[in-house]
Nanobody
Framework: QVQLVESGGGLVQAGGSLRLSCAASGRTFSRFRMGWFRQAPGKEREFVARISPSAGITTYAPSVKGRFIISRDNAKNSVYLQMNSLKPEDTAVYYC????????????WGTGTLVTVSS
């Protein structure tokens, strides 16, 4: 059974930066497509970024492209989200997720870490 644990959330001022981490259990991490999602109170969950198993391909939501960077370290079973130039609208609970690369599904989820951006 794979479990994901996010960390690094907190309070930051607009224009600041924050780095989120996601630690995964198991020995199949390097085979997974990994991603970050977020959900603000009263809003639907939205896609933020994803990265291929070998880190060769990354994809970002238009709202964060140019500001956020997703990366991974397969030796550490970890995926990261570097968030720069943060805006109040980035405030949300951020979730780490993973799925088999040959599928379109997201099969594993963390419990989230809260990011609050003040103006």
């Amino acid at each position: 059974q794979v479990q994901l644990v996010e960390s690094g959330g907190g309070l930051v001022q607009a224009g600041g930066s924050l780095r989120l981490s996601c630690a995964a259990s198991g020995r199949t991490f390097s085979r997974f497509r990994m991603g970050w999602f977020r959900q603000a109170p009263g809003k639907e969950r939205e896609f933020v970024a994803r990265i291929s198993p070998s880190a060769g391909i990354t994809t970002y939501a238009p709202s964060v492209k140019g500001r956020f960077i997703i990366s991974r370290d397969n030796a550490k079973n970890s995926v990261y989200l570097q968030m720069n130039s943060l805006k109040p609208e980035d405030t949300a609970v951020y979730y780490c997720s993973g799925g088999w690369d040959y599928a379109q599904t997201w099969d594993y989820w963390g419990t989230g870490t809260l990011v609050t951006v003040s103006s």
